[in-house]
Every structure is written in structure tokens, then in C-alpha cells.
């Protein structure tokens, strides 16, 4: 097994992909092998650091024989047809958030993943943080027991980052539901390991120049009685990273004397300008090395026996009578664990954790949480037909 490669190829070189690939470039699992996007300076940038063509069309990237597993990172509205046109091809996926815009579509693409005998990962996302997976090892066991309360805070920027019309439009799959309360899901579900009952939520619109939802405030009730509740801000203003260290999202260090910075750089600004200028192949390629890992925001487990709160560093352990810490030293680079589960997939055989099906309910809980808030009440997973 010592020389088994996963061959990757990736369609859409941008802000995702760049978030990625440190990972890919250094995990040494992985070799990129094609990539394919509709930017020229993107195609150019990933020729020159990987000596492995470019091509302008999906299509062409799927049909390249040399490519074994395609990691899916354009815009979310195009997931449906790129992951279903990799499956057609034979090639396992690794597909980013969120899985489709809706169940429908999710459900094409776990079934075209099936009928090929492919493998589908939908991830990155911040369920797979090592903090995360180390608080779900503990939660259930002797110690600490079942989860009962979660509690995710997370206020963020994200409204004021250059953004594609489309993304500050809901009905196209725009605002921070679709693009971050599918982390902060992702990760109360791998918490509480049990399945979504209900969800009842309230959104923020409040900037009339962005007129997508920018916040959100969800109550969610498990199976088996545990519940989560989620808060989230994009607004720009406080930020939860303070309570994180100053350790960003990406596990990179901020500096916290910096405020309102994405807001004073989008003032007055051409934003898709403003956007192109720093995608990849256009802006220096995003380098510095993590000082922790990636996280979501504050996030505290209330387990049956004793509390867990999750950091850039690791695991905080809060027993009746002591308290003591999980450490996970920083990595070389973040979202190893995203390859682990391909890795395991494709090479192991074993089912992703982050397949079709989760992907596709942590889509569900997201478009309950804005029906939710449209229709002024709780609703039922079981209302969206999420389950097979
Ligand atoms: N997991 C994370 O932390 C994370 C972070 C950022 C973005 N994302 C996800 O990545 C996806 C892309 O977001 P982004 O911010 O990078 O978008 P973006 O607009 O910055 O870039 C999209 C790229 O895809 C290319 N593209 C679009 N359609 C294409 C097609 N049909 N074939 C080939 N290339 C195509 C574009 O040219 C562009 O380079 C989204 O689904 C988003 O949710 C995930």
C-alpha cells in the first residue's frame, strides 16, 4: 500500500479550493493530477504548481483517465450536475458544502454515486475538525455519557466578503443558512451522534444592501431528547474568534487588533472585482501555517456527566469534580481528516461518516431552519422527506 496514491482532480480552483490546498499539496496520499475551471489565470496558477493540466470544461477533467477522485468546489448551485457528471465517469467525490440547494438534487447525486459504485464524501466542512471528532469519542462513554445540550455560538464577517450576486440572494442558494449553518449542523450532529427531530428558527436580514439572511438563532431538538441550540452572525461586528484566542476559522493567527476590516475594503469597491482580484491564480496563494485547528466558533457539549468545550487546541474537560484538557497539537496543515474519510472509502472500503445521506440531512436541518423562520413555526425533519 506504500505507493497508493489517490489521483485527484478538482473542478473550480477558488476560495474552497484554496482553503484546501495545503492539505492536498502535502498529504502524501494525494497527487493532483488535472483540475479544471473557467478562469485562464486560474488554469495557468494550478499548471505552474502542479505541472498537471488544466482544462476548461468538467467534462474534460471527468474524462481524464488519470483522474480517480474529483473534489467538487464550485459554486453551490452547480453540485447537482458536476458530482452526478463525476459519478457518470466512475470517479469517487469529494464534494463541497452544501451538498445541493435541495433534497431532490441530493438525492440524485447519492443515487448516481450508488449506481456507479462510487464514492461520495461531502465535505470539507467543520464537522471533520480533530477538536470535534475528539469530543464525539468522549461523549457516550463512561465518563461523560450521552450528549444532552449543545450550544454553538459563531459571529463571523462572512456578509461583508466579496460575494457572487447569487450568494446574497436566498432563492439561489445565497446567505449564511446554506453557507455556514451547514457547518455549524454538521457539527451538533457528530456531537450528539442522533438524528435531527425538529428544528425552530428565527433569520436576520438587516442590511438592506445585502439583502440575504446575514444571522440566524436555531433550536434543535434531537432524537432520544438532547437538543443544540445555534447562533450565528455574519454581520461583522462582534466576533467569535476572540473567544478562540484569536485563532481564525482556518486555525491561521489574527490579529486582533484589526476590526471591520472585509466591511472598509468592500465600501465603495467593485466587488466582483474585488472578488476576482483574490481568488486563486489571481491573488498570492493563502499560505500561513495553522496555529491550531480549524474551528466554528465557541462550542460547548453538556453531557450527562460532564461538559466539553472545544478549542483550536483541543478538547476542555469539565468533570463534577475535576477539569482537565485534550490536547491536539496544531497540524502541518488543516482537514487531514477530510482525506482520512476518502482515504477510508476509496482504499479501506470503509462508508464515509460524511456520505450522501448525511450531507443531504444536514441540507434538510438548514432548509428547515429557513422554513422555519418563513412560516413562523416548529418544523419537522420528517415534513422535508429527508430519510430514504
Ligand atoms: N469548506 C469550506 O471551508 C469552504 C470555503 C469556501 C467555499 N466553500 C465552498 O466551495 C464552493 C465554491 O465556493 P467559492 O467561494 O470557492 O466560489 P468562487 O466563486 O470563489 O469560485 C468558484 C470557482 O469555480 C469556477 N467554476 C464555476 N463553475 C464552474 C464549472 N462549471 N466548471 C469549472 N469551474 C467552474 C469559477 O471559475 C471559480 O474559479 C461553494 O460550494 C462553497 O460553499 C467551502
Not at 14 to 24: E, K, Q, V, Y
Not at 84 to 102: N, Q, S, V
Not at 247 to 258: I, L, M, N, S
Amino acid at each position: 500500500m506504500a505507493d497508493r496514491v489517490l489521483r485527484f482532480g478538482v473542478i473550480g480552483l477558488s476560495r474552497g479550493f484554496d482553503l484546501t490546498r495545503p492539505t492536498l499539496a502535502r498529504d502524501p496520499r494525494v497527487r493532483l493530477v488535472a483540475a479544471a475551471d473557467l478562469r485562464p489565470e486560474a488554469r495557468a496558477a494550478f499548471t505552474a504548481e502542479f505541472g498537471a493540466p488544466a482544462y476548461d470544461s468538467a467534462e474534460a477533467l471527468c474524462a481524464d483517465p488519470e483522474v480517480e477522485v474529483v473534489y467538487i468546489a464550485t459554486p453551490h448551485q452547480t453540485h447537482a450536475a458536476l458530482a452526478t457528471l463525476a459519478a457518470r465517469h466512475g470517479r469517487h467525490i469529494l464534494l463541497e458544502k452544501p451538498m445541493a440547494l435541495d433534497l431532490a438534487a441530493c438525492r440524485a447525486i447519492a443515487a448516481a454515486a450508488e449506481a456507479a459504485g462510487v464514492q461520495l464524501v461531502v465535505g470539507p466542512s467543520h464537522g471533520f475538525d480533530p477538536p470535534v471528532a475528539a469530543a464525539a469519542g468522549l461523549v457516550g462513554g463512561a465518563a461523560f455519557g450521552a450528549a444532552r445540550m449543545v450550544t454553538a455560538v459563531t459571529f463571523t464577517d462572512f456578509l461583508y466578503r466579496p460575494r457572487r450576486p447569487e450568494e446574497l440572494d436566498s432563492a439561489r442558494g445565497g446567505g449564511v443558512v446554506f453557507s455556514q449553518a451547514v457547518h455549524q449542523v454538521d457539527v451538533v450532529r457528530r456531537l450528539v451522534g442522533r438524528p435531527v427531530r425538529s428544528v425552530r428558527a428565527a433569520t436576520g436580514v438587516w442590511d438592506t444592501a445585502r439583502p440575504t439572511e446575514g444571522a440566524y438563532q436555531a433550536f434543535l431538538a434531537f432524537d432520544g431528547g438532547a437538543s443544540a441550540s445555534l447562533t450565528y452572525s455574519g454581520y461583522g461586528r462582534y466576533d467569535t474568534d476572540a473567544l478562540m484566542g484569536w485563532t481564525g476559522e482556518t486555525g491561521a493567527a489574527r490579529d486582533p487588533d484589526v476590526h471591520g476590516l472585509a466591511r472598509r475594503r468592500l465600501a465603495g469597491a467593485d466587488e466582483p472585482a474585488l472578488k476576482a482580484a483574490r481568488a486563486y491564480g489571481a491573488a498570492a496563494a493563502s499560505a500561513s501555517a495553522p496555529v491550531g485547528h480549524e474551528h466554528f466558533g465557541f462550542v460547548l457539549v453538556a453531557c450527562e456527566r460532564g461538559d466539553l468545550r472545544l478549542t483550536p487546541h483541543g478538547v476542555e474537560a469539565y468533570g463534577p469534580d475535576s477539569r482537565w484538557t485534550v490536547d491536539l497539537p496544531p497540524p502541518a496543515a488543516t482537514r487531514h481528516a477530510v482525506i482520512d474519510e476518502v482515504w477510508d472509502a476509496v482504499v479501506g472500503g470503509r462508508p464515509p461518516l460524511h456520505d450522501g445521506a448525511w450531507g443531504a440531512e444536514n441540507l434538510a436541518v438548514c432548509l428547515a431552519i429557513l422554513r422555519s423562520a418563513a412560516e413562523d413555526r416548529e418544523i419537522a425533519i420528517a415534513e422535508l422527506e429527508t430519510r430514504p
